[in-house]
């Protein structure tokens, strides 16, 4: 591939970029369509939704306006004044489909100092967001004339827009914070301008075609605003990392002093190979995500696939076409600064500080593995403790929103879960006496249970046959109380009642239950997910590198790095240690998708370093090289531009790790810490110190694989000065006649 790229320069670039522009053309032309609530969630709460769907329900967003005073009650004609005028605001937008006084549905606190009054909005969820800020602006226009009382409003939509605004905005702030960080970070490895900003233009060329990709393709696998997260993510990473090591590696040969030609065929037939193997590591990992069954999952899964094939495809054509077009012009727009700080020995030797490190490594192998391996283990130990939850909006906000806040209050005058569990019964006449009182059997078992409180709602659609029952569950949404409260209504409560008339159904749906049946299918999957990842990224290692034992440490160095970053992530966001410098608090759980997620990724991920550092080992080895000697060479060799590429990971995954969702900041900081990890624990001690205690033994492979390609890393690296021309000097007599001298 980067020999028929360096020959057909302009077919290769111009082909890209017309492939760019025809992706991001046609994919804005498509548009996205986006995963529905009856695909996004497993168990009842899909099959609740799929109810609705078919019987042309669309699932109304509620809002709640708290109405709070500190020195009247609820009776007070001055406070009925005010509750009467929310009413009629609410109802002035036009917005609102119905809206329930709190003198009617009872919705009255304890201590008669709050009211609740209850609306739901206009059309489905999506148009209910849109439409919901004017029905915010009437209660805040209540609220400026009232100052003496609380008048909040809180719901589905309020919250639902709240963080379709949060995510647009954090998604624009992550672009133009990563890009530039990753620009400076390549200016500091190359010291020129040219090689510096190549492989973020690539990258960023790569993430526009995959968006246009997914987009296109979105009719057959639904995408979300997760996805997008991801795929820039995952692809500015990927795309600048696969291009830095191609790139480094063809400097380094013409530093070497072999010709451009040589140098060009040299990086694609070790670091271009290296890329190849890497892409497919990772592509193969995120397909593991398939196998949850997840819609959200799917999509994540999809869009980094594609990103990533995309970032591999424009590394090893497009690229080398460009090197091959710039040769040394690469080096332009040098820095001096810069280019004093380099020392021209470094990429050969490592520089300074990781022959501090790997000196000792190699010196007392035994100390190191142990040393580093206790290391990874205390850091993996909360892993212990870890609890997953479909986090609740509360969770995923930051301390201080106004959401938050009015969450609290409700919370305090009317204690328990904020969001109701809703029974979507399904039966053949729903308007039947039996029916009628089996939901009145319902609402009174609800009540006495002492697990769920009131208001309890009802609403019958007998044109269609299905009534929906919302009922609070106390507790906070998703923890062991509300659990407790869905588990005795779904399998007490419900088949004692509506259930027992024949021919119903009777899901549960809610945000508790949203939870609970995302864990429980996270749960069921995880297990075959991560056998799937692992067993595909030992046979990828062992075919590749035809070792048993390579194959073995990569993997067993990647579980050790990924049970760290899941200790870190659990002590952080679940206890709270630490969590201030990061600018949020322990919400005592982490986010569901994040652990299974974090492992597929981090999976692939780390297989960059390794295949890369490993191939540079067996390269050595190939030359003749003893192997602690190559081990050494690979590890020196590979230590810039490992710390390079490590540096722009963890600087691009930081910069998610600063985002106001929850869920983002945990998968942001979970990556950086286990891509920090990884190329300084794992590569500079562990993977060295491993080696070389295992010797010969590292190239061990039993005779009955002996059936296994041979896929070789690459043409053999040919001797400096290779690529010359010969040239002819004048024979002596000493050569005899008819003999000319040549001299290579």
Same mark, same amino acid.
């Given at each position: ?9 302009k ?7 017309? =492939? ?18 009856? *695909? ?22 509620s *809002?709640?306006?708290?109405v709070?005073?500190?020195? &009247? ?8 004044a005010?509750?009467s ?8 937008? /036009?917005?609102?489909? *119905? ?23 206009k ?36 919250? /639902?827009k ?25 200016l ?24 246009g ?21 995952? !692809? ?16 380094e040969?013409?530093? #070497? !002093? ?8 040299? #990086? ?19 397909a ?38 710039l040769?040394?012009?690469?080096e332009k ?14 990429? &050969?030797?490592? !520089?300074?500080?990781w022959n501090?490190? +790997? ?6 192998? +035994? ?72 939901i ?10 002492? &697990? ?24 906070? $949404? ?16 419900? %088949? ?6 024949? $021919? ?6 809610? &945000? ?12 069921g999957?995880? %297990? ?13 290692m062992?075919?590749? =590198? ?26 952080? =966001? ?28 981090? =999976? ?8 890369f550092?490993?191939s540079?080992i ?27 590429? #490590? ?20 998968? !942001?900081?979970? +990556? ?33 694989? /002996?059936?296994?390609?041979?896929l ?12 010359r021309?010969?040239? *002819? ?16």
């Amino acid at each position: 591939m980067g020999a028929w790229s360096a020959r057909h320069r302009k077919t290769a670039v111009f082909g890209w970029l017309l =492939f760019v522009v025809l992706a991001a053309v046609l994919g804005g032309v498509h548009g996205s369509t986006e995963v529905t609530e009856s *695909e996004s969630m497993p168990g009842q709460v899909s099959r609740a939704a799929k109810i609705l769907d078919e019987a042309g329900l669309k699932s109304p967003a509620s *809002e709640t306006v708290l109405v709070q005073s500190t020195t &009247r009650s609820a009776d007070d004609p001055d406070f009925k004044a005010v509750v009467s005028q929310v009413v009629a605001a609410v109802d002035g937008t /036009g917005k609102a489909a *119905e809206v329930r006084s709190p003198y009617d549905t009872k919705a009255v606190s304890r201590d008669g100092h709050s009211v609740l009054v209850l609306l739901t909005l206009k059309g489905d969820r999506e148009e209910a967001v849109d439409g919901v800020q004017s029905v915010m602006d009437a209660v805040a226009g209540v609220q400026r004339q009232h100052p003496d009382l609380t008048v909040v409003e809180l719901g589905d939509a309020s919250s /639902g827009k709240w963080i379709q605004d949060q995510f647009k905005n954090d998604f624009a702030r992550a672009e133009w914070t990563a890009v530039p960080l990753a620009l400076g970070i390549l200016l500091i490895a190359f010291g020129a301008l040219v090689a510096a900003v190549l492989p973020v233009v690539l990258a960023l060329t790569a993430f526009v075609a995959a968006g246009g990709l997914v987009a296109l393709s979105s009719g057959l696998l639904h995408t979300s605003n997760d996805a997008s997260s991801v795929m820039l993510l995952v !692809g500015l990473a990927v795309g600048v990392d696969y291009c830095l090591f191609y790139l480094r590696r063809e400097r380094e040969e013409r530093a #070497a !002093g072999r010709d451009a030609a040589t140098a060009l065929t040299v #990086a694609a037939a070790t670091s271009g190979r290296a890329v190849l193997v890497s892409g497919v590591t990772v592509v193969v990992a995120m397909a593991g995500m398939f196998l949850t069954g997840i819609a959200d999952f799917r999509a994540m899964a999809y869009a980094t696939i594609v990103v990533v094939i995309t970032a591999v495809l424009g590394s090893l054509t497009v690229l080398p076409a460009l090197l091959s077009m710039l040769g040394d012009r690469v080096e332009k727009g040098r820095l001096p600064f810069l280019a004093k700080l380099r020392r021209p020995d470094a990429v &050969r030797t490592g !520089g300074r500080f990781w022959n501090a490190v +790997l000196t000792p490594v190699l010196g007392r192998p +035994l100390a190191s593995t142990v040393l580093a391996g206790a290391v990874l283990l205390g850091l993996a130990a909360p892993l212990l403790t870890m609890h997953t939850a479909n986090l609740t909006f509360q969770q995923q906000l930051p301390e201080g929103n106004e959401l938050v806040a009015a969450s609290q209050k409700i919370e305090a005058a009317f204690p328990g879960s904020p969001a109701p569990a809703t029974v979507v019964v399904k039966a053949a006449d729903i308007s039947s006496p039996a029916m009628t009182a089996a939901i009145a059997d319902l609402k009174a078992r609800a009540l006495a249970s002492g &697990r769920m409180h009131g208001p309890i709602g009802v609403t019958v659609h007998a044109d269609r046959n299905v009534a929906t029952v919302d009922i609070p569950l106390n507790g906070t $949404g998703n923890d062991a109380t509300s659990n407790d409260a869905l588990k005795t209504l779904r399998e007490d409560l419900v %088949p004692a009642t509506v259930l027992t008339v024949p $021919g119903t159904e009777a899901p549960v749906t809610g &945000r508790t239950a949203g939870s609970y049946d995302f864990n429980a299918k996270m749960t069921g999957s995880m %297990p075959l997910v991560f056998g799937f990842v692992v067993a595909f990224a030992f046979l990828l290692m062992l075919t590749s =590198f035809r070792s048993l034992a390579i194959a073995v440490t990569a993997v067993v160095l990647n579980l050790l790095s990924v049970g760290a970053a899941y200790g870190v992530l659990t002590l952080v =966001f679940q206890h709270g240690v630490g969590a201030s410098l990061l600018g949020t608090a322990g919400v005592g759980a982490v986010e569901s998708w994040v652990p299974l997620f974090l492992f597929v990724i981090l =999976f692939g991920l780390s297989m960059d370093y390794h295949v890369f550092v490993v191939s540079r080992i067996k390269e050595g080895r190939d030359r003749g090289l003893p192997t602690r000697a190559a081990i050494a060479h690979g590890i020196r060799s590979t230590a810039g531009v490992v710390t390079s590429a #490590a540096v722009i990971m963890v600087a691009v995954f930081a910069v998610f790790g600063t985002l106001s969702m929850q869920a983002m900041k945990q998968m !942001g900081v979970g +990556l950086a810490v286990a891509v920090l990890i990884d190329a300084t624990v794992i590569r500079a001690v562990l993977l060295p110190s491993v080696m070389s205690l295992l010797g010969e033994h590292n190239w061990y492979l039993p005779r009955w694989l /002996g059936w296994l390609p041979n896929l070789s890393h690459g043409e053999s690296v040919p001797p400096v000065g290779a690529g010359r021309a010969p040239q *002819e000097r004048p024979t002596t007599p000493a050569d005899g006649p008819g003999h000319r001298r040549v001299e290579v």
